[in-house]
C-alpha cells in the first residue's frame, strides 16, 4: 500500500516534468524549419510575412538588385501595413505576392520576423503592470488592514468573482467601451497597445488583489499588536511589518499576474488592434505573440505555420523566463532571512 | 506608596457579548513594583492587562466603563477617555508591552531596538545609538549580539527575540511595562534570564505581568491579583496571597486543587 502510494505520486510529479518538456521539444520541432531559416535575427526583424527578392549568384548586377530589393522591403511594408489596417483577417502576403509577381518566383521568398510581436507583448504586459500593481496593493491594503470587516467581506467576495470572469468579457467590454473611452481622452485609436495594456491591467487587478490580501492576512495579529504596542501607526505598521512579513507572497502574486498577462489572448486580440507595426506612441494599434498564433494558424502554412511556432518558442522561453527569475530572486531572498 | 496606575470600577465588554468579561475591577499598578495577575484560562486576565494600553482597540467595538488612571507628569489621567489616535500612540510609548511569543519584526537587530524612538521623535543619529545600545545591555542582550546588529533578528533564538522585545519596549523608557505570558513560550533556561531581566527592569518601570506559572508569580512579583471568571478575587501582596489566602477560592487555585 505504502509502496502503491509513493509510486502513484512519483508518477503524478514526473508527469509534469515530462509535459513540461515534450511541450517543448515539440514546439522546437515545429519551430525548426523558422528557426533554421531567420535563426536569432527572427527576434529583430520586424518583418511579418514579407515577400522579398534574394541574391543569386546568377544575378549579374548585383548593386542593382540590392538596390531594388531596399526599394521593395519598403514598399512592401507600406502595402502590408495598409492592408492589415483595411482588413487584417486577409492573407496579405498571398495578395502582395499576385502584386508583385514577376514569373520568377524561384528567387523571392518570405521573410519572417518577430519583433512586432515580441515587443508588443512585451509593452503591453509592461504598461498592465505599471497600471495594476500599484492599484492592486492598494485595494489588497484596504481590504485586510483598512476596511471595517463588514465592508471588506462583500469587497472581498466581489473581487474574487472579477477575478473568475472570462477574459474575452474583458475584452469585448474594452473593445466596445473601454476603448473608445481611452481614445476619447487620451486620443489615438479606439484600439491601441495603451487599451490593451489597460484592459489587461484590469484584468488581473483583482487576482493580484485578491492573492495580495491573503498573503497579508497571514500577518500573525500578535505581530501587527507589537507593533501597535510600540506607538506605530497604521502605516507604519503597514508598511514596516505587513509589507516585509507578506512580501514573498506579494512578489508571488505580481508574478501569476505576469505571466497571466504574458500569456493572455482574448482579451487583448479585441483591443490590440492586430497590425504587424511598430508602435511609435503607446496610443497606436500593434500585436502581440499570442494574439498573432490565435489569428494566423487558420490560414497558414509550410514557413509560416513553422514561423508561427518560433514565435511560440519565443513566448514560451519569455514566460518561463520571468517565472524562474522570479523562483530564483524568492529562494535566494528566503535563504537571506533564514541563514540569518 | 505610590501608584503608577490605578483600575477603578472597571467593567469590559466585548463586541456584542451580552454580559461583561470584566466586573468591577479595582486594582493599584504601584510604582516600581511587579504586580502578577494569576488564573484559570478565561478569567479575564489578558483582556485586564490588554486594557492598560488600549492595544484591544485594534478591534472596535470594546465597551470600557469605570476609569482607568495613570500617572503622567504626577497628576492622573483617565487613559478611557482617549479617543485621537495619537493619544494612544502616546499611551501606548508610556505602557510597553511584550507578547507570550516573540515578536521581532521582519528587519535587523538595530532596527527592531530603534523602532520605537523614531516614534518617540529621537532623531539624533547618535543619540538613537546610544539608546539601542542603552536598551539591549539593559536586556542582557548587548553582549551576545553587538557584532551581528546589522543582522536579520529572525535569526536570533527564541530567548534572544524575547528579550529583544523587552529591549524594544525598554528603549523608549517607558513608565509601565505589560507582559503577557512571556515565558510561556520558552524554554526553562530563557524562561530563567526572561524572570531575571524583569526582576532588574523594576529599577526603572512599573511592571504587571500575567502569568499561567504560579511559582513564577510567587518568585518574582511584589504583589499578585487573583482573578476568576472576570471578577477579582483577591489582591494583596504576593506572600499573603501564596501563604495565607483570605478566599477559599484563591486558596483552591493556588493549592491546584481547580484551574
Same mark, same amino acid.
Given at each position: ?163 473568475? *470572469?472570462? $477574459? %474575452? #468579457? ?11 473611452? @481611452?481614445?476619447?481622452?487620451? /486620443? &489615438? ?61 506579494? *512578489?508571488? $502574486? %505580481? #508574478? ?11 482579451? @487583448?486580440?479585441?483591443?490590440? /488592434? &492586430? ?61 537571506? *532571512?533564514?541563514?540569518? | ?259
Amino acid at each position: 500500500m505504502e509502496s502503491v502510494f509513493k509510486k502513484l505520486s512519483l508518477t503524478s510529479a514526473t508527469l509534469i516534468l515530462l509535459l513540461l518538456t515534450s511541450i517543448f521539444v515539440v514546439l522546437f520541432i515545429y519551430a525548426k524549419p523558422a528557426i533554421d531559416e531567420f535563426g536569432l535575427k527572427f527576434l529583430t526583424d520586424p518583418r511579418w510575412g514579407v515577400t522579398v527578392q534574394v541574391d543569386t549568384p546568377k544575378v549579374d548586377k548585383q548593386v542593382a538588385t540590392t538596390e531594388q530589393v531596399t526599394d521593395e522591403m519598403a514598399q512592401n511594408d507600406n502595402l502590408q501595413t495598409e492592408d492589415l489596417l483595411l482588413d487584417d483577417s486577409s492573407d496579405n502576403s498571398d495578395s502582395l505576392l499576385t502584386d508583385d509577381e514577376d514569373g520568377s518566383t524561384a528567387n523571392t521568398k518570405e521573410v519572417y520576423g518577430g519583433f512586432v510581436p515580441i515587443v508588443g507583448t512585451v509593452l503591453s504586459t509592461i504598461l498592465a503592470m505599471l497600471f495594476a500593481v500599484p492599484i492592486a496593493m492598494g485595494i489588497a491594503v484596504f481590504l485586510s488592514e483598512i476596511a471595517h470587516p463588514l465592508l471588506a467581506k462583500p469587497v472581498g467576495v466581489a473581487i474574487e468573482l472579477l477575478a473568475a *470572469i472570462p $477574459s %474575452i #468579457i474583458y475584452g469585448m467590454w474594452g473593445l466596445f467601451y473601454f476603448g473608445p473611452l @481611452v481614445s476619447k481622452y487620451v /486620443g &489615438g485609436q479606439s484600439v491601441s497597445l495603451l487599451v490593451a495594456g489597460l484592459v489587461l491591467g484590469v484584468m488581473i487587478i483583482p487576482f493580484m488583489a485578491s492573492l495580495t490580501r491573503d498573503s497579508m492576512n497571514t500577518t500573525p495579529a500578535v505581530l501587527k499588536e507589537s507593533a501597535y504596542a510600540m506607538g506605530a501607526t497604521k502605516f507604519e505598521v503597514i508598511k514596516d511589518v505587513i509589507f516585509p512579513y507578506a512580501k514573498q507572497g506579494i *512578489i508571488g $502574486s %505580481i #508574478i501569476l499576474a505576469l505571466g497571466r498577462a504574458l500569456g493572455e489572448t482574448m482579451a @487583448v486580440a479585441f483591443v490590440i /488592434g &492586430g497590425v504587424f507595426t511598430f508602435p511609435k506612441v503607446v496610443t497606436d494599434p500593434t500585436v502581440s505573440i499570442p494574439v498573432v498564433l490565435a489569428n494566423s494558424f487558420a490560414e497558414s502554412s509550410g514557413m509560416s505555420m513553422s514561423a508561427l511556432f518560433y514565435l511560440a518558442v519565443v513566448l514560451f522561453v519569455l514566460s518561463f523566463a520571468v517565472i524562474s527569475f522570479a523562483k530564483f530572486y524568492f529562494l535566494r531572498n528566503k535563504n537571506e *532571512i533564514f541563514n540569518k | 506608596m505610590k501608584n503608577v496606575m490605578e483600575i477603578k470600577d472597571f467593567y469590559f465588554t466585548y463586541p456584542k457579548a451580552p454580559k461583561p468579561t470584566l466586573k468591577n475591577i479595582n486594582l493599584n499598578i504601584e510604582e516600581n513594583k511587579i504586580t502578577a495577575l494569576i488564573g484559570p484560562s478565561g478569567c479575564g486576565k489578558s483582556t485586564l492587562l490588554r486594557s492598560l494600553n488600549r492595544i484591544q482597540d485594534l478591534y472596535p467595538g470594546n465597551k470600557y466603563d469605570g476609569e482607568i488612571l495613570l500617572k503622567i507628569n504626577d497628576k492622573m489621567e483617565n487613559i478611557l477617555e482617549y479617543k485621537k489616535e495619537n493619544k494612544l500612540i502616546e499611551l501606548r510609548q508610556r505602557v510597553g508591552m511584550i507578547f507570550q511569543k516573540p515578536t521581532p519584526f521582519p528587519m535587523s537587530i538595530f532596527d527592531n531596538v530603534a523602532y520605537g524612538l523614531k516614534f518617540a521623535g529621537i532623531k539624533s543619529k547618535s543619540e538613537i545609538e546610544g539608546r539601542v545600545e542603552k536598551a539591549l545591555q539593559g536586556a542582557a542582550l548587548w553582549s551576545e549580539v553587538k557584532d551581528r546588529l546589522k543582522e536579520s533578528a529572525l535569526g536570533m533564538s527564541g530567548g534572544q527575540q524575547q528579550r529583544l522585545c523587552i529591549a524594544r519596549a525598554i528603549a523608549v523608557e517607558p513608565e509601565v511595562l505589560l507582559f503577557d505570558e512571556p515565558t510561556s513560550a520558552l524554554d526553562p533556561i530563557s524562561t530563567a534570564a526572561i524572570e531575571e531581566l524583569v526582576v532588574e527592569l523594576k529599577e526603572r518601570v512599573s511592571i504587571a505581568i500575567v502569568t499561567h506559572n504560579m511559582q513564577q508569580a510567587s518568585r518574582i512579583s511584589d504583589y499578585t491579583a487573583f482573578m476568576y471568571l472576570g471578577d477579582l478575587v483577591e489582591f494583596g501582596e504576593t506572600e499573603q496571597i501564596f501563604l495565607n489566602p483570605k478566599e477559599k477560592q484563591t486558596e483552591d487555585y493556588i493549592t491546584g486543587r481547580f484551574g
